[in-house]
């Protein structure tokens, strides 16, 4: 549901009537109120030149929030009609694992000139995040980490929280040593409710739990899903503390993983930015391989009927139900691949309880099969088939629903037991497995059961 914030948006005719009369102050009040979000949401509605003019009239601080909230069309537009010194003063306000973010979806050539154009600490900060992986716990941190000293007083601490200028969370403090590793933690609530002269290592919980640098994006969504943890500290080999990962990176993290899973069901690689960001022919460079691969796959189909051609010329009404068989089968299959993968996904299917997933899987198909087996028998007999084809089409469909829920169980938890992604090999590709093998089945049968 829409907040009120965004349900009282300026309508867009009145923002452009602003901007083609001149009235650029007017507009400025306009937008005083409106929630940064809420501006990239209206950027989105308008057309370009008029979403530059109106960026453009934000103050920094606000403008900065803005350009880390846009996404997709609207923000290649604002790299291409944005001043660089602008855009780099922008940077320059964001968080810089932010900051970091957005630079590493631009090309080399736009990131490394707007780098050169910010302040040199800044700068610094992010090529130093930029050096790390993608899609690692070092690229998505903060290095603005509040640290505390274990012989500190609650008095001093507080003298020093004051003293800070930029800092990402105070919602837990970490205390390090002399070397900078991380030794414990205090949240600020119990700072709060303590002493004066008590010392941060009398309140601090040697219980912290931390991230390596180099852990992967998706093990870090998983620990703070798994501890409900709104900042995870990320630390070196040695233990050192080097910074924090807050929960609104893991959220975008769950969004990132979500759609390129969804990508993957579809049969193509994810891409790497933003939809309008990707050229026509990176599209394509991402969809041809799986559409050749499986287009490859779908011969078998071919293949099958190929090699059944004389009974299919002795006994044409099998070739009406062609399409219900392979059908039925895909369906099955990928309702069953979807449940697999997202129970893979939450860690409640893995090779130890496979089998117990696979019966599950199995005693719903047969199920299934059997409902669509009784309904198949219908049709047949009202296409006047035959009592023995009819038959045929009733055995098959419980057959083809189990085996189909079969395939679509066990290649993913493999595939997963193998460090696969699941959602690569799934999808379209189980559909045309399924599809070849369960005509050999459906004419496998039919040449036993009709005598042909």
Request: hydrophobic fraction near 50%; proline fraction near 4%; charged fraction near 25%.
């Amino acid at each position: 549901m829409m907040d009120d914030a965004t349900m009282n948006l300026p309508p867009i005719e009145e923002i452009e009537q602003l901007v083609t009369e001149g009235k650029l102050s007017e507009l400025q009040q306009l937008l005083d109120p409106i929630h940064p979000a809420d501006i990239a949401v209206l950027l989105d509605e308008l057309e370009t030149e008029t979403a530059v003019t109106l960026f453009e009239l934000l103050p920094i601080e606000i403008a900065s929030e803005v350009l880390d909230e846009t996404g997709g069309q609207i923000r290649q537009e604002l790299v291409e009609k944005v001043d660089d010194e602008r855009l780099a003063d922008l940077l320059d306000e964001l968080p810089m694992d932010d900051a970091a973010e957005f630079l590493e979806d631009l090309p080399d050539e736009i990131s490394d000139r707007l780098i050169g154009l910010m302040e040199p600490e800044e700068a610094a900060e992010v090529q130093e995040l930029l050096a790390y992986e993608e899609e690692t716990a070092g690229r998505l941190m903060t290095r603005d980490v509040v640290a505390l000293r274990r012989q500190w007083t609650v008095s001093e601490t507080f003298n020093y929280l004051r003293s800070l200028e930029d800092a990402e969370t105070l919602h837990y403090l970490y205390v390090v040593d002399r070397d900078n590793k991380l030794i414990g933690v205090v949240p600020l609530r119990t700072l709060i409710l303590a002493q004066p002269d008590q010392t941060i290592e009398s309140l601090m919980s040697s219980d912290v739990a931390s991230i390596p640098v180099t852990a992967d994006q998706e093990e870090l969504a998983e620990f703070v899903s798994r501890y409900d943890y709104f900042v995870v500290p990320v630390v070196s080999e040695l233990n050192e503390l080097l910074g924090v990962v807050t929960v609104d990176d893991v959220l975008d993290i769950f969004e990132e993983e979500v759609t390129e899973d969804i990508q993957r069901l579809g049969g193509s690689e994810p891409l790497d930015q933003p939809y309008f960001a990707v050229s026509v022919f990176q599209i394509v460079r991402k969809r041809i391989g799986w559409l050749l691969l499986l287009f490859v796959a779908s011969t078998l189909s071919g293949e099958v009927i190929r090699f059944f051609q004389n009974e299919l010329d002795l006994v044409v009404a099998l070739g009406f139900f062609i399409t219900l068989i392979t059908g039925t089968g895909g369906n099955a299959g990928s309702q069953t691949v979807a449940t697999i993968i997202r129970a893979i996904t939450l860690d409640e299917v893995r090779l130890s309880n496979l089998s117990a997933a696979w019966w599950r899987e199995v005693s719903v198909g047969l199920l299934l099969g059997l409902v669509m087996g009784a309904v198949g028998i219908v049709r047949a007999l009202l296409w006047n088939t035959g009592y023995e084809v009819a038959f045929v089409v009733a055995l098959t469909l419980p057959i083809i629903v189990v085996w189909s829920t079969t395939v679509a169980t066990v290649i993913p938890v493999v595939a997963d037991r193998y460090r696969i992604d699941p959602t690569v090999i799934s999808g379209p590709m189980i559909a045309t497995i399924v599809d070849a093998t369960g005509l050999l089945i459906y004419f496998s049968l039919a040449k036993w059961i009709l005598g042909i």
